[in-house]
Structure formats: C-alpha cells, structure tokens
C-alpha cells in the first residue's frame, strides 16, 4: 500500500543474489574503461532522492587518493532489519542484485516511479568493482556506519556510531575502485562535472556541487539553476548564433484520458534552436540518465520537430517545386537538451547511454509535435527563418546527390528485376534490404518506406560461396543480383576496390529470427566477408533483428493501458514477462504468440519492429581489430567441404553452447 507521507524504510526494499555476476562478467554492468560509471550509479541514487524532493544537496568529491565520495540529505538509506532477508536494508541494497525501492511502477503514489535506478544493480556494481566502500547514514536521530571490503564482501557490519538531530538526515557514500576491473582506475573530472551541471539543470531544486583535491587543497564548483533548461540551455549555446530565438516547451501526460499509450506523469521537457554553423549542442535524457548515443527519445524529437516545420511551411507556401525535404534537413542544423520521463524505460545496456524504448518514439512526438507546431504559427517570422534554414539544407543535400549520380552515370546501370528499388537518388541515405524469400518480400515491399528502402528478395537459400573463384561467382543468379543490385563488383581483402557505384549506404540482411533464417544470415555474410570485404570494413553492412514474438498485454490498473510488445528471443521474452510480473500485470492475463516468419507479420508490425530507423533493431557488421585472422579460420573451418570432421568435433565440443530454436 502507498504511503503518502514519503516514509522510507526496510519494507520499501523489494528483492527480485550475491555478486558473483558482476565479478565474473564486469563489463556486462559497467564501462571498463574507468570507474566513472561506478561513481555516476551512486550519484543517480542521490539525484533519485531530489527528484522525489527529499534532498536540496548532492555533493560529489574526487579524492587524491583515487576514491571517490558522493553525499546527500535526503532521507538516508534505511538501516532497519530487511523483513524477508534479515539483514539491514543497506546490506540488502549493496550486496544483493536486483533490490531497491524503485520497482513500484504501478504504484501511483511511490516516490520512486519515475526515477533512473531500474534494475536494482547500480550500487551493487560500485560495491563489487571497489577495494573498499564505506557507507554512513543519517535518520531518525541516529548515525549509522557500515564497511565494504574487496569484492563487496562485509567488513564492518552496520553500527550505530552517534545521535544527530531529528530532522538530520542523509546518505555519504565513499569508494576506492579495484584497478583490476579497469583500463583506468583514475576518475575523469570533466565527465561527471558535465553530468552534475546537466543534473542542476533538471534538478533547479536541488544544488550540485563537485570538489576536487589537489594537492591537499578542496577546490569546489557548485552548479545551480533556478531557472531549469531556460537558463541552461541559453549559457550552453551563448557561442552560437542562432536564426531564430530558442523553443522550450514541457509537457506531460495528466490523466489517463489524454492518451490511449502513456501513464500519467509521462513525459518531456525540452529546448530547441536551430544554428546555420559551427559545433551543436545535442543533450538528451531518460529519468536524469544521460544517454549519450541518443535513442529512440531522440528519435521522437526528431520525427516531431520534422512534422511541425514540414507543416510550417505548406500552410505559409514555402516549399519548392519538386524539392522533397526529409527528416535530416530539420535535424541536422538544430540544437537541443531533451529530458524525458518514462515509468519503465529501455536501456541499450547497463550503461544506458541508448534508449532503445519503442514507445518513447510516439511519447516524444505526441508531446512535442502540437506544441512546436502552435509556436511557429504564433512566432510566424521566426518560423520563417528556421524554415529557410531548413530548406536551404534540403537543396545542398539535393545538389550534393545529383553531383553524385552524374559522376556514376557514365554507365548504364543494369538493375535486377526481382529489385523494388527506392524513389531517392542519395546513397548515403539509402537502404537495401536483402530479404529471405518471395513472401517475405512482399510484406517488406508494402512496409518499407519508400522514399528511401529498397527491397531486393532472394529466392531460397543462398550459395555457400566460401570456396568460389571470382569466375564462376556470377554463375549463381541470386549473387549477380546481389552485386548488380549494389553497384560494387567482387573484390578481394586487401584491393582497393571502386566503391563510387555504391548505390547504399547500408545493406541490410533480413531473415526469419529463426533457424532457418540464421543460416541465411551466415551464408550473407560469407558472400559479403569472403567477395565483398571492403563494404565490411567500411560499415556498410548489417544484420536485421526481427522480434521472434509478440507480447499482447491487456490494460492493468489506472495508468497502464493495453499495449503490444515484441521480444528478439526467448531470453528476452523471459526478461519481459518477469518485468511485468515486477509491474503487477496478473501472471496469465496476458498472451504471447510467435512469428512463424516475416512473411506472418503485418506491414505495420514489420515496419515498427524491424524497418522503422526510429524503432528498429540492427547489428553492424564489422571485425574487431586484431581478430581478422581468427575470423578467417572460423569460416574456413565451418564453411570449408574439406573440413567436415573439424565441424564435427567443434559441434561435440561446443553445441552444449549453442541455443538453438529448434521448436
């Protein structure tokens, strides 16, 4: 039950054991480049403690000696006897994964539902990757003390070390990163000062402050910013000279009512300004979590901002005769700081510096896009100026294409005739899919975009072409419809092959998330890693991931309407039917079916889940330096007729290994 008087304490702790996870596999719960992240999971937890307006100060200090402090006054861990587990809450809280306070999504009152912490791992991994951590508490008129040893281990259990005041309350926590599980133990300074001044600014209640020994001496930065993203985002773009004044806007779901997807209290904060040159400013925000590489959050701004400024400009007649503006002509030029809140938010990672979330797309756009588009109308001249940016990178795009299709119109291409290929003339904009079979080729034909996809489909399984020469390669007629698709011609690793005929930017296999389909995908990538090596090397290549099932999950309680969900593999279906039993959905209550090929999919399905770029999964192929050598003996073992006992006794050593989807 709710309690709405914010009282925090051992009951509040949920379990979902031991550290070993972390220990064994580091670099699954954190970077391992440094113990920045370590650091940025205890700072999340105090921020955690502003945003739910229990703490006014968050303090963070980097010690000569490596270690690291981070200290609050929020309301103090709770140090009372843990009910199922009897040990104190904090014990629980670092040496437990997957425990905390912050899994009550549902509840609608919880101080904690819409907060960074998720998984209940944060703490645990800066517990388990130190040589020491030291936890000390303030509340409910006592002091409390506790020590962490190497590996997270207790070394001094929790004692009541004094009395404070009734109203004095707070959390320090202090770590001395284990140089075992880094590149670096050192901390970098100017990362997690970058990320206190961001916490200031969506935090205006709440005052940052970071200080640095050197040389036995305390220098401290404080960050503080009464005025949120307003004064923020005007002190980070004051070198820029923006063509029209600056759009904030904050806008959040109020009742059920308002939207049939999105629980109350979801939402977006944002600020926009569009520059015609120089450096951008490009911040984005998932619950006070910085994602670094964006996501799907930005891919919402982005389709919202595109639809108003694209509606801008027929309303006023703007546009230009047969001059096509696209998403990237809006977005290439603006800048922006987006915050976005979310109930139950997914992360790219425990790192989370990728929201791969597909409903935060249609959140971010709902919010924005009416919003932005009543502004330009109200602001109509600086509209217009943001427009004739707008436009102007349309026609620099559009000259840049044409320059270069006269450069590779000397030939005459001959294209395949199985190929659908896409309206645009620009490669490094376009995609060709190539995609396992006839049916599964007409769902993608009718889902794709096509602006910008093509479609090419392959008849059967493709030839294991490991061992062919150059000279019987075009024999098979799905190859030479491969190649003459892709404008490139067959090359060895180590040539300098012409790639100006590239008529793609990326080449995307598409197969069944089935067996079947997995052996088309390796026999792809043989034709393209053996014949094709340059497009490898340079990107070009990926590996689609269509959902194996579909999650149908029926509306639950007052905030959480009826929704779809799509799972890769089994794993991932059972991560989410364990995450909406942690949600209060009835075990049962909802049903799963499973995709019997791509060809089942709905055009609708197949384009959020597998072709959307917003919501899409893909894998880039690429080899990792240093590892060309043993990928060649890896093919060469699998793929080579010569080599079938080696295959044999690799699969009686390995299969135990393999999951393989047999049903």
Known sequence: ?????????????????????????????????????????????SADEGLAGFARQVAVTLWEDGSAEVSDDGRGIPVDIHPKKQVPAVQVIFTMLHSGGKFRKTDKEAVYRIAGGLHGVGVCVSNALSTRLEVGVKRDGGAWRMVFGPNGAVNEPLVRVGDVGARDSGTRIRFWPDARYF??????????????????????????????????????????????????????????????????????????????????????????????????????????????????????LREGTYAAIRNFIDLHAMGQRGLKLVPEDVWSRVNYVLSVKMLDPQFKGQVKNELISRDAVKLTAQMVRDPFDLWLNQHVDEGKRIAELV???????????????????????????????????????????????????????????????????????????????????YANKEIEAIALAIGVDHHKRGDTPDLSGLRYRK??????????????????????????????????????????????????????????????????????????????????????????????MSPEQLWETTLNPDTRRMLPVMVEDGQLDASNQLFDMMMARENASQRREWMETYGNLVDADIS
């Open 391 to 473: 436009i102007r990178q349309a026609l620099a795009r559009t000259r840049a294409a044409q320059k270069v299709e006269r450069r590779k119109s000397s030939g005459v291409a001959v294209l395949p005739g199985k190929l659908t290929d896409c309206a645009s003339d620009d490669p490094d904009r376009n995609e060709l899919f190539v995609v396992e079979g006839d049916s599964a080729g007409g769902s993608a034909k009718q889902a794709r975009d096509k602006e910008f996809q093509a479609i090419l489909p392959l008849k059967g399984k493709p030839k294991n072409t490991w061992q062919d020469s150059p000279d019987t390669l």
């Open 183 to 300: 590149d670096s133990a050192r901390i970098v300074a100017t990362d997690i000062a970058a990320l206190m001044r961001a916490k200031a600014m969506l935090l205006p209640g709440v005052k940052f402050t970071l200080g640095i020994e050197k040389a036995g001496k305390l220098e401290t930065t404080t960050w503080h910013f009464p005025e949120g993203i307003r004064g923020y985002f005007a002190t980070a773009i004051s070198g820029s000279d923006p063509v029209a004044r600056s759009f904030f806007g904050e806008r959040y779901v109020a009742a059920q009512s308002e939207s049939d997807s999105f629980a109350e209290g979801e939402g977006a904060l944002w600020a926009l300004a569009w520059t015609p040159e120089g450096e951008l400013v490009t911040e984005s925000y998932v619950n006070m979590i910085p994602t670094r590489n964006g996501g799907t959050h930005v891919s919402g």
């Open 507 to 600: 080449i995307v296999i598409l197969a069944d998330a089935d067996v079947d389909g997995s052996h088309i995908q390796v026999l792809l990538l043989v034709l393209f890693f053996r014949h094709f090596p340059a497009l490898i090397e340079r990107g070009h290549v990926y590996v689609a991931q269509p959902p194996l099932f579909r999650i149908d999950v029926p509306a639950h309680g007052r905030n959480k309407p009826a929704r779809k969900l799509y799972a890769l593999d089994r794993q991932e279906l059972a991560n989410m039917e364990e995450k909406l039993a942690d949600e209060g959905v009835r075990e049962g209550s909802w049903s799963v079916s499973r995709f019997k090929g791509l060809g089942e």
């Open 1 to 45: 039950m709710a309690r709405k008087d914010g009282a925090y304490t051992a009951e509040d702790i949920e379990i979902l054991e031991d550290l070993s996870p972390i220990l064994h596999r580091p670099g699954m719960y954190t970077d391992p480049v440094n113990p920045n992240h370590a650091l940025v999971e205890i700072i999340d937890n």
